[in-house]
């Protein structure tokens, strides 16, 4: 005879309060053995966390070098200057006036996959309000900086063509001076003092996010402290190191007539023995594609070494080639800290493997009385692979809320940014239920092939 539909859902949820009822009469024993699932599901968690918060730190840090940027940056050297030999000649050595705005206009002026170019040139002042006085940033820069780092303006405008050109005393400044300074009014048209020089604030900047490992790693920095002014204004009213006379050099410390290189001409200029004097804190190169990076950093590399006499006096950098080769570890890690949350799961599925088929040896006898009173094989596997998926179940669901937790403390105690997601909450339960799916099911089929007479004489 046929049974119906709902004959077969009552038979079936007969067995599975059956299986909750030994669950809830060996509460430890089941809690033990969901201890491996617990631990697995909360390690997958915590480490996928971990694994999603390094990979938005490091798209975090691409926004903030830009994209397809390439960083210029000077190495300090000694110039080297000519000498007398035994004989009295002159030799004539290596100079280099360092990282100069020169070097900037020739890289937008020979390579074709050059984009934007913006020289920076930063130092440490304080900014003055009202008898307020704020340690502050300040930057010589391009107006085609702000879109070269993704960095956008809240109220007001950038410098205009004419402002850059004619070095005009404007800037535009981060959210901290704004709070400093403008707290209760409108910062648009407002005065800021620095040194001896008044400036007139155009713009304010958008706050934004920031990680300190940027800052360590790539050489950048946040702009809610900065003061941005245009570059001809920072070397006209505040620093300009390239325009430091050789003659003030040589009397601190004393040198002859050396030959420098630039361009194709050769120009012989005094100059001391004294360090390199680099005009420029910073030289940043946008290219059109990514895959110019390379090719481009290494034909500036050889522009600027020519430039430069042959001397390495400057440092070139590829940022988001750097940051995409750390996003391509952090994966390969991931990967493997996965695999091994993963084993933690496995070994938890064998753990409820291990005490489902002891449990069906302690439990003979009832499996026989159940047979004998017309229980079907069905209904034992039924039973078995109930508990051993309710516990895994009840692991799992215990073991996310470890692993957000576990998460959110890693965050904490270790500064480590964590991301839960939910795709890692159901990537890890769903594993946790079909691992109580699959090892649950050898002891339901050892149950089921029990002989119904041999089991009630055990």
Request: hydrophobic share 45%.
């Amino acid at each position: 005879m046929k049974k119906s539909p709902h004959q077969i859902y009552l038979r079936y949820s007969h067995n599975v309060i059956i299986a909750i009822e030994a669950i809830l009469s060996n509460k430890l024993k089941s809690l033990l053995t969901a201890l491996g699932i617990m631990f697995g599901v909360a390690a997958v968690i915590s480490m996928l966390a971990i694994g999603k918060g390094a990979q938005q730190e490091v798209l975090e840090q691409i926004k903030l070098v830009g994209v397809n940027n390439i960083i210029i940056t000077p190495v300090e050297q000694s110039t080297e200057v000519e000498t007398n030999t035994a004989n009295g000649e002159k030799t004539k050595r290596k100079f280099s006036r360092g990282l100069h705005s020169m070097d900037a206009s020739a890289i937008a002026q020979t390579i074709p996959s050059v984009k934007k170019v913006s020289p920076v040139v930063s130092i440490n002042y304080h900014a003055i309000k009202q008898g307020k006085s704020y340690p502050v940033t300040l930057e010589g820069t391009s107006k085609d900086y702000f879109e070269m780092l993704n960095i956008r303006i809240d109220k007001g405008r950038i410098f205009s063509e004419q402002q850059t050109a004619k070095g005009v005393p404007v800037c535009i400044i981060g959210n901290n001076i704004k709070e400093k300074f403008f707290n209760q009014i409108d910062p648009i048209g407002q005065y800021i003092k620095c040194g001896q020089v008044w400036l007139q604030v155009i713009g304010t900047i958008e706050k934004r996010d920031f990680t300190t490992s940027a800052s360590d790693e790539m050489g950048i920095s946040s702009s809610d402290n900065k003061i941005i002014i245009p570059i001809k204004t920072m070397l006209l009213r505040f620093q300009d190191k390239g325009a430091i006379k050789p003659e003030v050099m040589d009397n601190m410390a004393g040198g002859g007539f050396v030959f420098f290189m630039g361009g194709n001409d050769e120009e012989e200029i005094p100059q001391s023995s004294g360090k390199t004097m680099h005009q420029l804190d910073k030289i940043i190169v946008q290219v059109d594609e990514t895959e110019q990076l390379s090719a481009t950093a290494d034909i500036i590399k050889r522009l600027i070494l020519r430039r430069h006499s042959n001397m390495y006096d400057f440092e070139v950098t590829v940022p988001e080639l750097l940051l995409k080769q750390q996003q391509k570890t952090n994966e390969i890690f991931n990967i493997v800290l996965g695999a091994i949350a993963g084993i933690s799961l496995i070994v938890g599925g064998i753990g409820i493997m291990n005490i489902m088929l002891a449990s069906v040896w302690e439990r003979i006898r009832e499996i026989g009385t159940r047979q004998a009173i017309g229980a079907s094989r069905k209904d034992i596997i039924v039973q078995f692979l109930a508990e051993s998926t309710l516990i895994s179940i009840s692991g799992g669901l215990i073991g996310i809320v470890l692993g957000v937790l576990l998460a959110h403390l890693i965050q904490i105690t270790a500064d480590i940014k964590t991301i839960v997601s939910f795709f890692s909450i159901i990537v890890a339960f769903g594993v946790s239920a079909t691992v109580g799916i699959i090892f649950g099911y050898i002891p339901a089929k050892s149950a089921a092939n029990q002989d119904p007479v041999e089991s009630l004489r055990h």
